[in-house]
């Protein structure tokens, strides 16, 4: 153990906890002891505090005993002749730290000082329910604070079912731009979060990627949290957080909290530039946690022996690294960070002139950024999986049939056709589906490419910076063929890909996608809800929505509609720890409205609680809830005594007042909504479709593309329901877009919903 890190942090802790004590006693005196003080958007208090001492802060005088307790930890300096132990002094001085640093940080929200800002910052994305601190305010200049509890859980799923491998705390400031960028390409490589905070001399990582044009914020996995040390504090509330939240501990039992960190969070904390006495102090807290602190800078070391397996201090002065240049420095530096903190990874390198990793997952593009689009509103893109045999596959081909997007205008809008074709001695037809799923989050891994949807409504954009790089046509099939070899490389041996543009090809292979669509949705006609005992469960798109969860059975089917009980199925099969899980329906509650012990139990767990009751046949009580990905939106119309149901593909005005885009705001999100549902079309002609509430008799108003597109489909439906005529019945956009509109049609046609119980 040096003494001359124990020195410096123990000198770093005592400056720092007496600035608190400052800080807190001019705040008592200007702002009184009642007044409130709280992080945004957490339901755990001031969280470090709240985890190691247990104390729910509320009131500005309640922090004084937290100050208290900062100020027992502190211990004098080592004097130059005795020599003791320091480690244990370290560390309590690490800790003194880290609850000054809160108890500061709460108390600049007070006034307004947090989180800190840099004028012209902006933030990509960030948080959907934080608009005011991160969305909106980034607009102002407004850097992260602290992470809200939705995207905590968000990333703390990634992190405990290992799609994250773990996080970065940088602070300081790298050798150059060049060199900051670098570290954190590597990072996101790897998946692995990255949090940004302090300086050196004024300067600061967040303005070397801010200078550099490096997107920050929730959706890219870069959070800055604020120019000064004092900032850290947010990524050991985060990791104090995913104890008490994943750890299932409660404030107060520190050691545990401790411990559940060492073992399981795998973080560590990169200091670039020179470290200055708060810095080791900070370092000292961080260690507390089991996070290792690697320096780019000459600083004494702390290395494990048999007592501090985990309390690593390591030096690697970045001059002094070899390499041929600064780039490859940096990314030994990386290797280095990774190494020391023994995180497993997984490196699928995808051959593309753009970023890649799953941290561009969420990554939105918006209008003004975007080259060019393929599907939504002015064109149509689909893609297909097949098997076909051996022989007919070319392994890594990628042929563009087909004009590329140069001579689309900028934002214009092309169609496109992804064909991808794989073969493999394990594969089955059965397995079609569940790969054709993947290529939503495998393109989706690319940096300036967003990718909403799937089958025939998939909906691509290329960024104009992706477009600079380079990024074309080509690509998407370079990436599809790279992460499907990679992932499902026990079951395929081969891919090619066929990218179409060319129009006549693009409309041929447009109705053989639909007709195999149509095959793999038909496939399970015969099957009831009640001839099984269990039903799946789809955890897939927790990643974007962390408490959603579809429950999928032969009668319902995904509301992405591209997942039905087969696929389940056979995504269990391939890999049975994956996001399909059979569960068992257990005994019935009400067997009308389809509320199940089993379904409820797994409900409940895979909500985190959120879902309490989910009922798999009706839209008022307990209906299931939605992610993002619904084909059709199903809303209640209570004037007309029914519902209306709104495909994805129509932009008109709905009779709710509202249009698709207004509406899926309110369906999705994990939320349960009564009167509100997100469905796979295909479930609109199930006979379990929502029947407690008087199945599809109940449809008032539906988007005409899906009368047109699904007009076979219905006419079974309806004459099932004893009603032939009943689509014409039903109202849809060109008939009116309002409420009095729609009962007007619906006493000129006769419609049953008029005629039916009141729905609530
Ligand atoms: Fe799975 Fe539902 Fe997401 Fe479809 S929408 S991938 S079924 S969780
Ligand atoms: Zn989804």
Not at 59 to 73: F, K, N, P, Y
Not at 616 to 638: N, Q, R, W
Not at 659 to 671: E, Q
Not at 703 to 718: G, H, I, W
Request: proline share 5%.
């Amino acid at each position: 153990m040096s003494r001359y890190i124990a020195t410096r942090a123990i000198r770093g802790a005592n400056l720092i906890v007496n600035e608190a004590e400052a800080l807190l006693n001019k705040a008592l005196t200007e702002k009184g002891p009642e007044t409130p003080v709280a992080f945004p958007n957490t339901a755990y208090y001031l969280p470090t505090i709240l985890g190691m001492t247990g104390r729910e802060i509320g009131r500005l005088g309640e922090l004084t005993s937290v100050l208290q307790h900062a100020q027992d930890l502190l211990h004098p300096l080592p004097t130059t002749q005795c020599w003791t132990p320091y480690l244990g002094e370290t560390l309590d001085s690490g800790m003194a730290t880290l609850l000054a640093a809160e108890i500061i940080e709460a108390v600049r929200f007070i006034y307004g000082e947090e989180p800190g800002s840099i004028p012209g910052f902006h933030m990509a994305g960030g948080s959907f329910t934080s608009p005011e601190f991160a969305g909106e305010a980034g607009a102002n200049g407004r850097l992260n604070g602290p992470i809200d509890d939705v995207q905590l859980r968000a990333w703390g799923i990634q992190l405990v079912d290992g799609r994250m491998p773990g996080f970065a705390a940088i602070v300081g400031c790298a050798k150059s731009n060049e060199v900051a960028v670098k570290i954190v390409r590597e990072l996101q490589k790897r998946n692995i979060l990255i949090f940004l905070c302090g300086n050196v001399n004024g300067r600061s990582v967040i303005h070397q990627l801010m200078e550099e044009g490096v997107e920050m914020g929730y959706d890219t996995y870069i959070v800055p949290f604020g120019l000064d040390t004092l900032s850290a504090i947010y990524p050991i509330g985060f990791a104090t957080r995913s104890a008490l939240t994943f750890g299932g501990m409660k404030g107060g039992q520190a050691k545990d909290i401790l411990l559940y960190n060492r073992q399981r969070v795998f973080a560590f904390v990169l200091a670039l530039g020179e470290v200055d006495d708060l810095k080791y102090a900070a370092a000292a807290g961080a260690i507390n946690y089991g996070f290792p602190v690697i320096a780019d800078t000459r600083i004494p070391q702390i290395l494990p022996t048999g007592v501090t397996t985990y309390e690593h201090v390591i030096s690697m002065p970045f001059n002094e690294i070899e390499g041929k240049d600064d780039l490859e420095r940096a990314e030994k530096l990386v290797q280095k960070c990774i190494e020391t903190r023994g995180v497993k990874i997984k490196l699928t390198e995808v051959p593309i002139p753009v970023p890649y990793g799953s941290a561009f997952e969420g990554e939105v593009v918006r209008k003004k950024d975007m080259r060019v689009e393929f599907g939504g509103k002015y064109s149509r893109a689909f893609e297909y999986l097949r098997m076909v045999d051996m022989d007919q596959v070319e392994d890594g081909k990628v042929e563009v049939i087909g004009p590329g997007y140069d001579d689309v205008p900028a934002e214009g809008a092309m169609d496109l056709g992804i064909i991808v074709e794989v073969a493999g001695r394990k594969m089955q037809q059965d397995f079609e589906p569940v790969l054709e799923r993947q290529i939503h989050y495998f393109v989706n891994g690319a940096s300036g490419i967003q990718h909403i949807g799937q089958r025939d409504i998939a909906w691509i954009r290329i960024s104009k910076a992706a477009a600079d790089k380079g990024f074309s046509l080509r690509h998407f099939g370079d990436i599809l063929h790279a992460r499907f070899m990679a992932d499902f490389g026990a079951i395929v041996d081969k891919v090619q890909v066929k990218i179409i543009t060319k129009p006549a090809l693009h409309a041929e292979w447009l109705a053989k996608a639909r007709a195999a669509y149509d095959h793999r949705n038909r496939r399970l006609a015969d099957m009831t809800d009640e001839a099984v005992d269990e039903f799946y469960t789809c955890t897939l798109c927790q990643s974007f929505a962390p408490t959603h969860l579809c429950l999928v059975s032969p009668q319902r089917l995904g509301l992405c509609g591209a997942y039905n009980y087969l696929d389940c199925a056979a995504s269990y099969s391939i890999n049975p720890t994956g996001p399909n899980q059979p569960v068992r329906k257990g005994s019935v509650i009400d067997k009308e409205r389809g509320i199940y012990t089993g379904l409820n139990e797994i409900a409940r767990a895979k909500s985190q609680g959120k879902v309490e009751e989910v009922a798999m046949y009706s839209i008022m009580t307990s209906p299931m809830t939605a992610c993002g990905c619904f084909e059709c939106i199903v809303m209640l119309i209570p004037e007309a005594n029914g519902v209306m149901v709104v495909s994805r593909e129509d932009t008109s005005m709905t009779p709710a007042g509202m249009t698709f885009s207004t509406l899926a705001g309110m369906a999705g999100g994990g939320l349960q909504t009564p009167g509100v549902m997100g469905v796979g079309k295909y479930y609109l002609t199930s006979p379990k479709f929502i029947p407690a509430d008087g199945g599809f008799k109940r449809v008032v108003w539906m988007s005409s593309v899906l009368k047109q597109t699904m007009a076979d489909e219905l006419a079974e439906v309806t004459a099932r329901e004893g009603d032939p005529d009943l689509i014409s019945k039903i109202a849809d956009e060109t008939i009116c877009t309002d409420t009095d509109g729609l009962l007007a049609h619906l006493e000129a046609t006769g419609h049953p919903a008029l005629m039916m119980e009141p729905m609530f």
